[in-house]
């Protein structure tokens, strides 16, 4: 894998000089942001993938309705296999499929009951999203570099372990490492939230301190609630899965944190699949979990949130095999704090 990155590392200029001008374009106001008549709040990262976003709208969603708003979520849609525009939810019917939607949005709406949609342009997306539902603040998920829509709150999410880790080649600008832009695009952010889903605190390494000055700092991690049967919706506690030799199934973006936890939760992870981020299960792969689950005489599948979504479709084709999903959440280490935070931002 080093070796193509080497390969491809003459490109990475090419796509910084594309990203730096078309930023400069937004910055000296060639390019301009438009505004809608609610409340917007972004959601975004400088990565691609593993940051934590989808958690961190579904606390933000969560935390809204809590204090009487009237949330939305609109999304790109990422993996889905439409275009356009896409009204998901009404906040009480999901009006489509996980195919056609996303499984992050998909996931979100179904979690959080709140309306949902999703469209590529978010600026066309909100103001028809508005038209179908009822809602005074919308939550755009990964819009941090999608700079046409005028926000309130610009939220940047760190994963700890990408900024402390000594791989520097995933510190590198695509295609050669996982940043979308350069560090520097972190002056953008109004607020920085550093996951460190479920590791011990770190310091920002000295090297990168410079660019978070004057920035608001929360930092956030996961929390395991139990295991839910993915067909008949029964809930578990974490007791109820520790020795379980289990097959693991996950097809996430980082599937490190996932394993992580259910090692602490200690729950065999040695008999595990590995699928590529945001995979479309097919019957092909069902009945490769289904060859290896009885291969390896395991007791249970245990997968993501966002895999259980996707699979609970091929309900006919587990009906002999228990498939569960690990339900988290996301906690923010200092929650007043960063509540009154958006709070002020939004009123």
């Not at 990155?5 to 301009?32: E, Q, S």
């Not at 009945?287 to 005489?297: A, E, G, M």
């Not at 007791?299 to 084709?317: G, N, P």
Request: hydrophobic content about 40%.
């Amino acid at each position: 894998m080093n070796f193509l990155k080497i390969i491809l590392y003459p490109f990475v200029p090419v796509y910084a000089f594309v990203i730096n001008l078309r930023n400069k374009f937004f910055d000296d106001g060639i390019f301009k942001s438009k505004s809608v008549p609610v409340k917007v709040v972004s959601v975004g990262n400088l990565t691609v993938g593993g940051s934590g976003k989808t958690p961190m709208v579904i606390y933000l969603t969560t935390m809204l309705k809590k204090f009487a708003k009237k949330p939305g979520v609109l999304s790109r849609g990422y993996g889905r296999n439409t275009k356009g525009y896409l009204y998901v939810s009404d906040g009480e019917e999901i009006f489509t499929t996980v195919e056609k939607c996303g499984d992050e949005i998909y996931h979100t709406a179904l979690h959080c009951k709140v309306p949902a949609a999703v469209s590529e342009n978010r600026v066309v997306g909100a103001n028809k999203f508005l038209h179908d539902a009822n809602v005074n603040t919308i939550i755009l998920d990964d819009a941090f570099q999608h700079r046409w829509i005028k926000r309130d709150a610009d939220l940047l999410l760190f994963e700890q372990q990408f900024l402390v880790s000594d791989n520097s080649f995933n510190r590198k600008l695509m295609p050669t490492g996982l940043m979308r832009e350069p560090f520097s695009s972190i002056k953008r952010a109004d607020a920085v939230i550093i996951n460190r889903k479920f590791s011990d605190k770190k310091e920002i390494p000295d090297e990168f301190k410079k660019y978070f000055i004057d920035k608001a700092i929360f930092t956030s991690h996961y929390k395991a609630i139990s295991f839910v049967d993915v067909m008949k919706h029964t809930i578990y506690e974490l007791k109820d899965f520790e020795g379980q030799h289990s097959l693991v199934v996950s097809g996430i973006a980082n599937s490190y944190s996932f394993l992580n936890i259910l090692r602490q939760t200690n729950v065999n992870t040695t008999n595990k699949m590995i699928f590529r981020d945001h995979k479309e299960y097919t019957l092909k792969e069902v009945q490769q979990i289904r060859k290896r689950f009885y291969s390896t005489n395991a007791y249970s599948v245990v997968t993501t949130q966002k895999d259980a979504v996707k699979l609970i479709k091929f309900a006919k084709e587990f009906d002999d095999i228990d498939v569960f999903y690990l339900e988290i959440e996301m906690q923010m280490d200092e929650q007043q704090k960063f509540e009154d935070y958006i709070l002020q931002k939004i009123n």
